[in-house]
């Protein structure tokens, strides 16, 4: 049996129209608009993501070519000054808490491996620019560009919250649009050490591991022997420098460890007493997560080349492909398949205007093990892709 709804019309099915239009009406996106909605905005954005589109023409001919997808997407053809018209003035907020709402729902489905420990990464990307055409985006005198700096959980394997800004903007500055949660073990790079930040943390009685930098100024309290494999020492330690004791005056616990794959020796900082060393470590060594991260979505969503040029086009292009993100999230988790992120991003580029079942696509064993009446529009119903 031919199913009757698009590849597209099934992932679109993890977000109602009616409650991104709560959302689009509460900021007015759609007020005084005759010609394109805030819906065919995102609809056509997302078919950008997810087939590859590579500008904004490229993009307005492929999906005007699919009329006979529009009505169930609940689209129409798009001009594309209407659409660049759009990414530059409509508001972003609308594109952000579509986000969350879909974030939401990935994590009401995690699995119980999901709901351990809470541990959060903190780390930014850049994204170069071309100063000639972003000029709100100067990072160097002859190179322009863009931060995504984002709080990621590793065992979820989704970012929770991120933000852009300038690339020129240092990542401590950053610190504080981030979200600070109590009882969360937060693993940060260099680059935010801040040891205000690292107090902060502390009095609402989170974890936080970070790298020291070899100019701190610190005396050693206690000694505790260095067990575990890669552990140089284990030290208990009191900031001295006046500045540095002002902002963070609290007992740390100082941590240098041999990286064995290229011998590189790493100094960790910590509040935490009471983990191992080689615990410590390995909560670093998570860090490497968040950084496959930054590069699938480099390879497999268009955020290094962009549809319009303004910071606020930029920015809700961003978005979309974090929504787009989302949306392969959450059909990996329905489809209940072992496909990675890629592959099924990669079976959806290419099928995306198909009409078949989402969960034959993804999961085709099944349908071939199902009995020879149960046709695969059931099975996308037993699953919930009816």
């Not at 049996?1 to 996106?29: C, E, I, S, Y």
């Not at 394997?157 to 933000?163: A, C, L, R, S």
Request: glycine share 4%; aromatic share 10%; hydrophobic share 40%.
């Amino acid at each position: 049996m031919k199913h009757t709804n698009t590849v597209f019309h099934q992932l679109l099915k993890a977000l109602p129209r009616q409650r991104f239009q709560t959302v689009v009406d509460r900021h007015q996106g759609d007020k005084r608009i005759r010609t394109l909605s805030c819906w065919n905005q995102l609809v056509t954005l997302l078919f950008a993501q997810l087939t590859g589109r590579q500008s904004l023409r490229d993009l307005v001919d492929c999906f005007n070519s699919q009329k006979t997808c529009h009505y169930h997407l609940g689209t129409r053809t798009i001009c594309r000054s209407s659409l660049s018209d759009a990414n530059k003035n409509r508001p972003s907020e609308i594109f952000l808490e579509t986000f969350f709402y879909l974030l939401e729902q990935v994590r009401e489905h995690l699995p119980n491996k999901a709901a351990g420990e809470m541990v959060r990464l903190i780390d930014s990307t850049t994204i170069d620019l071309n100063l000639n055409q972003y000029e709100w985006a100067k990072f160097r005198s002859a190179k322009g560009g863009i931060k995504l700096h984002t709080v990621y959980d590793p065992n979820a394997e989704i970012p929770v919250f991120f933000q852009m800004t300038h690339a020129k903007v240092h990542d401590r500055k950053a610190l504080n649009d981030l979200p600070i949660m109590p009882g969360i073990t937060y693993v940060i790079d260099r680059a935010y050490d801040d040891y205000r930040w690292y107090y902060t943390l502390d009095q609402q009685s989170s974890i936080f591991v970070g790298r020291m930098k070899s100019s701190a100024r610190y005396e050693v309290v206690k000694s505790s022997q260095a067990t575990g494999d890669g552990i140089l020492s284990d030290e208990f330690i009191r900031l001295t420098s006046d500045k540095a004791r002002e902002a963070c005056p609290i007992p740390l616990r100082r941590i240098t460890f041999l990286r064995e794959d290229d011998q590189k020796v790493l100094v960790f900082i910590t509040n935490d007493m009471t983990r191992t060393a080689e615990e410590i470590a390995a909560l670093y060594k998570q860090r490497w997560q968040i950084e496959l991260f930054f590069k699938w979505i480099k390879q497999n969503l268009k955020i290094k080349r962009f549809l319009g040029r303004s910071e606020n086009a930029v920015w809700i292009q961003v978005l979309v492909a974090m929504i787009a993100y989302l949306l392969l999230k959450r059909a990996q988790q329905t489809s209940f398949c072992s496909l990675s992120l890629q592959q099924i991003s990669r079976l959806v580029s290419i099928n995306i205007t198909n009409r078949r079942s989402l969960i034959d696509l993804l999961h085709p064993d099944s349908v071939r093990r199902s009995s020879p009446h149960e046709a695969p529009d059931q099975l996308s119903m037993v699953l919930g892709y009816a």
